[in-house]
Structures are given as C-alpha cells and as structure tokens.
C-alpha cells in the first residue's frame, strides 16, 4: 500500500468517515497433511466469526472457492487477479502454519496487506512477524480487536494487536475476552466455500459453539491461551443458533466443538429442554467432556440423547496417575469407567483420547494403554502422541529438556511424534502410536464375517485405516509404515492375544476354521484365526511359524500399503463425508448410493480394493503354508 494512500485512509478512518479496510479475504489455513479424523468437521467456522464481525462495516467479504480440495492456492491468486481486495484475514492452528505462510506470500504478491490470527499466531506473535509477508498479528480472542483493525488500520489504538512499524514490531498491548458472549455474532457460514457440492450455510455436517474456554488447564492445551476460563452463551443464545442450523428433512451431524460443553450442567439442560420443546431435535451431536462432567450430568443424560447426543470424546489421556498429575488433568481415573458405562446405558457412544509420549513414560507404561482403554469398555479410542504446541507448559518443558526433536510445523497435528521421551526416542514414539492402535482394535468387523473372502474384506478395511492414520506422518517412507506396521503386529501377536464375540441369533454358524495371514515381503507373516464354539467366535493371533495351518487367503502388506498411498486424502475425504451423510440420512439410500457411486473417486478405492481382495486368494496363496 503506497503511503499516501495509507495516509488518506488512516485520516478518514479515524474521523469515522470510513473503514480502513474495505474489502476483506478470509481464509484458514489448511492443515499441510490432512489427518483422516477431524477434517470432515473443519469448516472454516473461526472465519465466519470474524466476517460476522465486520459485516456491516466493509464493501466486501469473500472466502476463496476449493478449499475443500487441491485448488485453494489457485483459487485464491484467481481471486486476487478478479476482484479487489485490501486485507486477506488468515487464521492459522500450528500444524497449518507453512500454509499460512504460503497464502500470506500469496496475497504479498498482489501487495495486499496480511493479518494473521488464532492459536499459533497468539503464541509466538514475534516469530510470526519475521515472516516478511505477515503485517500483523491479532493476539487471543480475535473478533473485538479484528473488527477495530478493520476500521481504524494498524495502530497502537487497536488493543491485542502486534504489527511491523520502522523494521520494530508494536505491541498494542493485552485485549480482555469479550465479557458479554451473546453480543458475538452468529457465524457468517453462507460465506463459506462450497463443500463436496453443499452450499455454505448447509453443510450437512457443522460445528457449533455454545461457550468458549475451559475452567481447568492442562498442561499440554492452548485453550487457556487463547481464552482464559470459561464463559458459557445463554440457552436462549445457543437454541436461536442450532433452530438456523436445523432442517427437519435432513438430519445433520452437529460437532459441538467446546471444550467441555458440560461444564455448567443447568445451562445444558435448559438448552436440551427448549430444543426439545422447539422440535429441534434432528441432528446427530458429537461433543467432548470431562468424565466427571459426565457423571454429574447423570440426571440429564436422557435429554441430551433426545436431542440427538449420539457420542462423546474423553479426554483420558493416561492410565498413570502420576503421569497425570505432572499434566495438571484434574482426572480421576475411577470417574473415567463410571462415566463410560452412565452415557452407555442412555445408548451414547463415547470415544477415549489418550495421549503417548509424556517425557517421564516408557515403554513398558505405554504398551499398557490399550489394555487399559478396553478394560473401561471403550469401543473407540485415539492414541495421540504428546506434541508440545507453543503457548502451552508442556512446550517449554519439553523444549528446556532438549526434548523436543522437530520444529517442523508440518507435523504438529497430534499423529506425528515430534518429541523424544526421557527414555524413548522419537521412532520408538511412533512405533507405540502404531502398536496402541493394533492391540486396541477389536476387529468386531472381522469377527462378524462368515467367509474367508467377508475377513479379508474387513482386515483390508482396518488395514487401510492404519495406513491412512500413518500416512499423516510426512516423515515415514512406505518402507517405514511397512515395517513399523508389521512389527506392531509381531509384537501384539507375542502377547498371544485372543479376542472374541458372542454371535446373535442372526449370525450363521462357522463351518470351520478360517485363517487369513498378513504377510510383508520378507517372507515372515501374522495369522488371524477365526473359530466358532457353540455361541462364541474368537479370533486369534500368532506368528506364522510358530504353527502349520492352513491358510485360506493371503494379505499383502506391502500391497495394501503401496496402493493407501496411491489414493489422495481430499478423494476420499470427499467419500467419507457422503458416507456420513448416508448414515445420518439413510431414508434416502438409493439416492445417496447412486451419488456416491457416480464418484469416480468411489471407483478408483473401489478398483484398488478389489485388486488386493482378488490377490488374496492367488491360487499359490490357497496352498498350506
Ligand atoms: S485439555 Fe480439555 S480439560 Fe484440559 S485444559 Fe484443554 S480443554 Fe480444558
């Protein structure tokens, strides 16, 4: 921007004449490898917060179309070239920080100014800014201190603001979070791309906020950073919010995205009565909790049900107690088991987070975990590792231990070891991510199988699931997914594991014994036998050479891993997202079906898959091993 311009403007929006900015690009920054879990319920709603904000002081608002596939860069710079625009807004988590840069260079090249904001910005502002691309920073809750810089520029008058000025860097000074939450405005969502053919304000899957912060702080989060304690909207606020999201013929799935929704349990049970009462009651809702929240949430267990809770995420994160405490988690680990069988026995599901990776822990603390998460009767669990965010405690204390093994902004997304341990080093790390994963798997779907070719079907199902978890790792070549792989496998097979069902009267009866092996190139295999006695089905699983079976069809890791990497994320995130869809709305299958099938992403898995099925069962393979 050329000085006397800047001038002019700077004149006219201090007399209140005018905004600063006129016409705004927003965008968040996309993750730089998009992990297989929390992408379909990303959608740019930081974003929307901060076009709300200004919506009635600019000319213009726009988010770049395609961000939801490979095409947001170039959309963005076709953006730049067809219509004016004088600031681009980027919010940015850390693991989408190289993007961020990357977009801020972007807009540079068109001479726009660049703001960027949220959780990684506020922690490290001057690192930021050394970025020459970057102009300044909003630091914490962003909407009051974005909407002043929109209107008055970068100036010492706009309080939470860092900004370049003479080769130094100003800091404004702290901005308090907004006392009063329900004079936040709505999300603008209509301004959001298109999404896998949805229409901005009607995304089938949405997220929600119905408070901001937490009342506790654990030591690895940032939340506290950012928001400092908890302030929750009123129900009346959040009811008006949910009644725009609702559509009585389509069911939605809702992420409430708080950190603990149920931290006032009255608030939460005058938000469920006046859904009910108002009928808004056609969503799935998934949230996450503290475990005693959840039991002192007893009472109203029923009513969140009714109003479509359908799961909830726990953050369990240990089962040391002491590793616990060192993390601040105000968890008792016996409210954990309560709280699990409580929202069980209202027919919600719930999910455990745990977290690997705690300086003090080993290995032998961390092979527990599976163990652990199956004895509190969890079906689905999340081993992330340990990855120290900047602005929390555990970044400083893993940073002055010397612990911390790679600053590569890439890889902080929760599934990339990027720490070492007092005794484990960071390959280790990720070798007990991938065992935790295994020896927690259930393998329900194999066990429900009545043929060799139905357990192929679902290990190669599992197996691609793990692939994909690993594949968000940047680091590992296909030769390291392999091998930590298949000795994950080795190992859990060393503890002789069995795991078992018991059939429903609509199960048939095995005939026999089916055995599949999974094997890697090297020659060495893992076989998985499945058995029926009377009722119950087990299925167990051993190293090869330690028996003579038969085997009924063969799995080739290294097959299964070369063709996961053969297939993009954004492909099949777009896959994933249908199938959601057809699973909260399965009245409409055979529309949905012939949708999906229309895809020709859903033929290119759909071929690979087959290829691998059909290779199972080469004729050489058939043979006793
Ligand atoms: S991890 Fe959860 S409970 Fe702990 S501070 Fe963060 S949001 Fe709060």
């Given at each position: 921007m050329d000085e006397v311009r800047y001038q002019f403007r700077q004149t006219f929006s201090t007399l209140g004449?005018?905004?600063?900015?006129?016409n705004i690009c927003l965008i968040e920054a996309p993750q730089a490898v998009i992990s297989p879990f929390p992408r379909y319920i990303s959608d740019c709603i930081g974003i929307c917060y901060l076009a709300a904000a200004v919506e009635h002081d600019v000319e213009s608002l726009v988010i770049p179309e395609n961000y939801y596939n490979d095409g947001l860069y170039d959309s963005f710079r076709a953006l730049l070239k067809q219509q004016p625009v004088d600031l681009v807004a980027i919010s940015s988590m850390t693991g989408c920080f190289n993007n961020a840069v990357r977009l801020a260079e972007i807009a540079k090249e068109h001479g726009v100014f660049v703001v960027m904001g949220g959780f990684h910005p506020t922690a490290l502002p001057e690192e930021v800014l050394k970025h020459s691309s970057v102009d300044a920073v909003v630091i914490g809750e962003g909407e009051a201190t974005f909407r002043e810089l929109v209107l008055?520029?970068?100036?010492?008058?706009?309080?939470g603001l860092a900004y370049r000025e003479h080769g130094g860097i100003v800091h404004t000074g702290q901005r308090p979070v907004i006392?009063?939450?329900?004079?936040i405005a709505f999300p603008l969502r209509s301004l959001r791309p298109r999404r896998y053919g949805e229409k901005g304000g009607d995304y089938s899957i949405d997220t929600i906020y119905t408070s901001r912060g937490c009342p506790w702080s654990c030591s690895f989060c940032a939340n506290d950073t950012m928001h400092k304690g908890w302030r929750g909207r009123s129900p009346e606020n959040v009811v008006e919010e949910f009644a725009r999201l609702h559509d009585p013929k389509k069911k939605k799935l809702i992420k409430i995205w708080d950190a603990n929704f149920l931290t006032n349990i009255k608030r939460a049970e005058a938000i469920c009565d006046m859904m009910i009462e108002r009928g808004l009651t056609n969503f799935r809702i998934m949230t996450e909790t503290r475990a005693k929240d959840l039991i002192r949430a007893e009472r109203i267990l029923g009513k969140l049900r009714k109003i479509g809770l359908s799961k909830v995420g726990l953050g369990i994160e240990s089962p040391n107690a002491r590793t616990l405490e060192l993390m601040n988690k105000?968890?008792?680990?016996?409210?954990v088991s309560r709280a699990i069988t409580l929202v069980r026995e209202n027919g919600i599901g719930a999910e455990g987070y745990f977290i690997i990776?705690?300086?003090?822990?080993t290995v032998e603390d961390t092979l527990v975990y599976p163990e652990f998460a199956k004895g509190l009767g969890l079906r689905q669990a999340l081993f992330m590792s340990m990855t120290p965010y900047p602005g929390t405690k555990i970044f400083e204390e893993y940073k002055s231990e010397g612990?911390?093994?790679?600053?590569?902004?890439?890889?902080?997304?929760?599934?990339?070891?990027?720490v070492s341990t007092r005794s484990m080093d960071t390959p280790t790390l990720v070798q007990m991510m991938v065992y935790c994963n295994v020896a927690f798997c259930n393998y329900r779907s194999v066990l429900k199988r009545n043929s060799a070719g139905g357990v192929v079907i679902a290990m190669l199902k599992d197996l691609f699931q793990l692939c994909f978890l690993m594949r968000v790792n940047k680091t590992l070549t296909d030769r390291e997914i392999l091998d930590t792989m298949f000795d994950a496998f080795l190992r859990y097979a060393d503890t002789k594991p069995v795991v078992s069902y018991r059939c429903r009267s609509s199960d048939k009866k095995l005939k026999g014994p089916i055995v599949v092996s999974v094997q890697r190139s090297s020659g060495d295999a893992v076989d998985f036998m499945l058995e029926q006695r009377g009722e119950d089905r087990s299925l167990s699983i051993f190293r090869r050479s330690e028996t003579a079976n038969r085997v009924d069809a063969i799995v080739r890791l290294d097959e299964v891993v070369a063709a996961s990497g053969s297939l993009s994320m954004d492909s099949l995130m777009r896959l994933l997202y249908r199938n959601e869809l057809l699973r909260n709305n399965p009245g409409s299958m055979a529309v949905q079906l012939f949708s999906i099938s229309a895809d020709p992403v859903f033929w290119r898995v759909f071929r690979r898959l087959y290829t691998l099925y059909a290779g199972s069962f080469r004729k050489e393979h058939a043979e006793v091993a």
């Open positions: 004449i005018m905004a600063f900015f006129k008055k520029g970068p100036s010492k008058e706009v309080a006392g009063e939450i329900d004079s105000k968890n008792v680990l016996d409210d990776g705690h300086y003090t822990e612990n911390i093994t790679s600053f590569d902004w890439d890889l902080y997304n929760n599934f990339c070891p990027v």
